[in-house]
C-alpha cells in the first residue's frame, strides 16, 4: 500500500504514529505495545474507506559516533514490491529526522484480521535501511495496523411492485393505486443507526412495515421495508427514495429513482355536414335530394395509444367508412387524426344526426360523440335589394338632408334570398331616378364588388354592390331602385325606395319694424338711398321697444320679405340691452345699431356733416334725453326645411 511517506532504520530509533502513536520501533529494543484492535474498550484507529490518516514519522540515529544515509521504503501487501519514498537522508550522530505523511484508505488495502472474525484491517509497512559508505549495515521493518471498516446503505425502490428505474416504468390508469415500495439493506460490515427513509416529491411519506429486530440498528444481516401510496396523475411520473444511516460520526445514503405514466385514454370526434360543423340546428341549407356528405374527425387527445377504433351514426343507413389518417397499425396514436365519411340524400325539414367515436386502452373503454345538422329545403328562388342613400336606409322621408348643389350617394345591396339550389343569372339593377314614368333618365348603378363564385351568377346568400351618384336637387326627393333575375326560365325581382331633402339656405339684410313708433323708409328720406329699411322717432328715451325683423322686404315693402322673429331694445343713456326672438333656423350672423338724436346717422364729409343710411356707419349715442331715433340692421341667415320640423 502507498503513503506519501514512511520511514524506519536499523542503528536508529523510528515510530509510526497515527493520531496517537501507535507503533515504535528502536533497533535494539523491544516494540512498543500496540491497543488490540477489536478492543471494544478502546474504539479507536478505526478507518473507513476513502478516510485518510495522518502519520507522523520520526527517525534517530542512536550512534554516538557514526553518521549515516538512511532509505524509507513502504512495502506492498504481500511484501512486494517495495516503493522508495525517501533516499540519501543524512543523519549525524544522535540526529532526528521528523516528516508527516497522509494515507487514504483504499478498500484493495483492507485484509481479514487474521484472529477477530469480521473485522478487516489495513496494515502499513515500513521498511527503514542505514547505509555507511554505501554498505548496508542495518534495516528495521515498522508496521502500523488499523482497523478498516466500510458502513454503507442500500435501497431499492419500487412502483407497483416494477423496479423502475427509468421511464416509463408501470403504466397506471389516471386515479389509480400507487403503491412504492423501499427496501433498505446494510451492505456495507458494520451495523448503521439512526436509518431514516424519505422521498422528493411532496406528500409521498414512506412509512415503516418490517425488517428490523427491534433493536433500532440495521445490521448486515437486514433486510428493512418501507412503503408509500399516492394517485396516478396523467403523464410521466418519476420520484426519488433515499436511504439515510448513521455510524459513528459518519453518514451514508443512497438513492434510488422510480417511474410511472398515468395512462389518460381519451378519443375525440367531430363530425361535419357538407364541410359545416353544425353542432346546432339549422345546420347548412340543402335542397331536398341534394348530396349529404357527413365527415368524422377522430383525434386521440389523450396520453396513450387506442386500440378497436370504430365510428357510427345514430341513424339507420348513415355508415361511416374509414378513409385516411392511419399509419397501418390500426392503432390510433396521440399524434394522429382519422378521418370517416359517410353520404346521404337531404330530406325535407330540419335533420339532426350523432356521430361516435369508441376506442380501447387495456381494460378501459372510451368514447365520444358530436351532433350535425341540416336543413333540407325546397328550391325557392329569391332576390333582395336594399337601398341607402349617403349611408341611410331611407325607406320613408324625410331621409337625409343634403344641400342643394352637394354629391348624393346611392348604394344598393343585392341579396339571393332564395331556397335550396336556386342560383340567379343576368342581374340587372335599375334606378328611377325619380321620374317613375320617364324611363330615358334612369340611372344603371355600377357593380362594385361580392361576385365571388361562378362570375355572373349570383350564388344562394351572396351579396353584390352596386353604387350610383348624383346631384341634391331642392325639396324632397324619392327614387325606386330595382333588381331582375333569373333563375332558370324564371323571372325574379325586388324594389327598394330611398329619400332625401333638398336643402336651400338663405342670407338676407333684415331691419326692425314698429308700426306704432312712426317708422320712416329711407328710400324716403333719401331718393338717393340705395338701401331699404326703416327709422324709428322721435321716441321717447329710456323707453323699452319691440320690433319685428323683416328680412328682404325690398322697397320697404314687407310682403317682399320673410318674417325672421322679433327684436327689443332698451337704450339705457351708457348703451342698449338687445335681445332676440327669432322664428326657428334663423340665425342673425351680422348686426347694426342706431340711436341717436336725429333721423338718420350723422358723418362728416369734409367740413359737412351729412346724413347717411348705411349700416356700416351706424352709432349709438349716450347720454340722450328727450326724444331719439331708432334704426335696427342684420343680415339674417336660414334654410327651408320642411315646415313641420321647424315650426
Excluded at 500500500?1 to 507503533?23: D, H, N, Y
Aim: hydrophobic share 35%; with cysteine; glycine share 12%.
Amino acid at each position: 500500500m502507498k503513503i506519501s511517506k514512511l520511514f524506519l532504520l536499523g542503528m536508529l530509533l523510528v515510530a509510526l504514529c497515527a493520531t496517537a502513536p501507535i507503533m515504535a520501533a528502536q533497533i535494539g529494543m523491544a516494540k512498543e505495545t500496540e491497543i488490540q484492535i477489536g478492543d471494544p474498550d478502546h474504539p479507536v484507529d478505526v478507518y473507513w474507506i476513502g478516510q485518510t490518516i495522518h502519520y507522523t514519522l520520526e527517525v534517530e540515529n542512536t550512534s554516538s559516533t557514526q553518521s549515516m544515509v538512511i532509505d524509507i521504503s513502504d512495502i506492498e501487501p504481500g511484501g512486494t514490491p517495495t516503493v522508495l519514498l525517501e533516499d540519501n537522508i543524512t543523519l549525524s550522530p544522535g540526529e532526528t529526522w521528523n516528516s508527516d505523511y497522509d494515507y487514504v484508505v483504499a478498500a484493495g488495502d483492507v485484509v481479514p484480521h487474521p484472529i477477530i472474525p469480521g473485522v478487516n484491517i489495513v496494515i502499513n509497512t515500513l521498511l527503514a535501511t542505514g547505509l555507511q559508505g554505501g554498505i548496508e549495515v542495518v534495516n528495521v521493518n515498522v508496521t502500523k495496523t488499523v482497523q478498516a471498516v466500510n458502513p454503507v446503505i442500500h435501497i431499492e425502490k419500487a412502483t407497483n411492485g416494477a423496479d423502475a428505474d427509468d421511464p416509463t416504468g408501470p403504466l397506471i390508469p389516471v386515479g389509480g393505486a400507487v403503491t412504492w415500495t423501499y427496501v433498505v439493506t446494510n451492505t456495507g460490515d458494520v451495523p448503521l443507526t439512526g436509518i431514516v427513509v424519505t422521498d422528493d416529491q411532496g406528500g409521498v411519506t414512506p412509512a415503516y412495515v418490517s425488517g428490523d429486530d427491534g433493536d433500532n440498528i440495521l445490521q448486515v444481516t437486514e433486510t428493512w421495508i418501507y412503503q408509500a401510496t399516492g394517485t396516478a396523475a396523467a403523464g410521466q411520473y418519476a420520484n426519488i427514495g433515499t436511504a439515510t444511516g448513521h455510524y459513528y460520526g459518519r453518514t451514508v445514503n443512497d438513492t434510488d429513482p422510480s417511474h410511472y405514466f398515468g395512462a389518460n385514454p381519451v378519443i375525440h370526434i367531430e363530425k361535419a355536414t357538407n364541410g359545416d360543423d353544425a353542432d346546432l340546428p339549422t345546420g347548412p341549407e340543402i335542397s331536398v335530394g341534394g348530396a349529404v356528405t357527413w365527415t368524422y374527425v377522430v383525434t386521440n387527445p389523450g396520453n396513450v395509444p387506442l386500440t378497436g377504433i370504430v365510428v357510427t351514426d345514430d341513424q339507420v343507413g348513415v355508415t361511416p367508412a374509414y378513409v385516411s389518417g392511419d399509419d397501418g397499425d390500426n392503432i390510433l396514436q396521440v399524434t394522429e387524426t382519422w378521418i370517416y365519411q359517410a353520404s346521404g340524400t337531404a330530406v325535407e325539414g330540419q335533420y339532426a344526426n350523432i356521430g361516435t367515436a369508441t376506442g380501447h386502452y387495456d381494460d378501459t373503454t372510451v368514447n365520444d360523440t358530436d351532433p350535425s345538422h341540416y336543413i333540407g329545403t325546397l328550391d325557392n328562388p329569391g332576390i333582395d335589394i336594399e337601398k341607402a342613400t349617403n349611408g341611410e336606409d331611407a325607406d320613408g322621408p324625410y331621409g337625409p338632408f343634403i344641400m342643394v348643389g352637394d354629391t348624393v350617394t346611392w348604394t344598393y345591396v343585392v341579396t339571393n334570398t332564395g331556397t335550396g339550389d336556386v342560383p340567379l343569372t343576368s342581374v340587372v339593377v335599375i334606378d328611377d331616378n325619380g321620374t317613375p314614368l320617364d324611363d330615358t333618365d334612369d340611372i344603371y348603378p355600377t357593380y362594385i364588388s361580392g361576385d365571388g363564385g361562378v362570375i355572373g351568377v349570383l350564388e344562394v346568400g351572396e351579396i353584390w354592390l352596386y353604387e350610383a351618384t348624383g346631384t341634391a336637387a331642392a325639396g324632397q326627393y324619392e327614387n325606386i331602385a330595382c333588381v331582375d333575375a333569373l333563375y332558370e326560365q324564371e323571372s325574379v325581382g325586388d324594389c327598394d325606395p330611398s329619400h332625401y331633402y333638398g336643402v336651400v339656405c338663405y342670407s338676407e339684410t333684415a331691419f326692425g319694424l314698429n308700426d306704432s313708433l312712426s317708422p320712416a323708409c329711407l328710400i324716403d328720406l333719401d331718393h338717393k338711398a340705395n338701401i331699404w329699411g326703416w327709422t324709428h322717432g322721435p321716441i321717447a328715451a329710456g323707453g323699452t321697444y319691440t320690433f319685428g325683423l323683416w328680412a328682404g322686404a325690398a322697397h320697404c315693402e314687407t310682403d317682399n320679405g320673410t318674417y325672421a322673429g322679433t327684436v327689443t331694445i332698451h337704450y339705457t343713456g351708457a348703451g342698449a340691452d338687445i335681445t332676440y326672438n327669432l322664428e326657428p333656423d334663423f340665425e342673425i350672423v351680422e348686426e347694426h345699431v342706431y340711436i341717436g338724436s336725429t333721423e338718420l346717422p350723422q358723418v362728416t364729409k369734409g367740413k359737412k356733416t351729412v346724413p347717411t343710411v348705411a349700416p356700416g356707419q351706424y352709432y349709438i349715442t349716450n347720454g340722450l334725453t328727450g326724444n331719439i331715433y331708432i334704426i335696427y340692421h342684420c343680415v339674417v341667415e336660414w334654410c327651408d326645411y320642411p315646415v313641420e320640423l321647424v315650426q
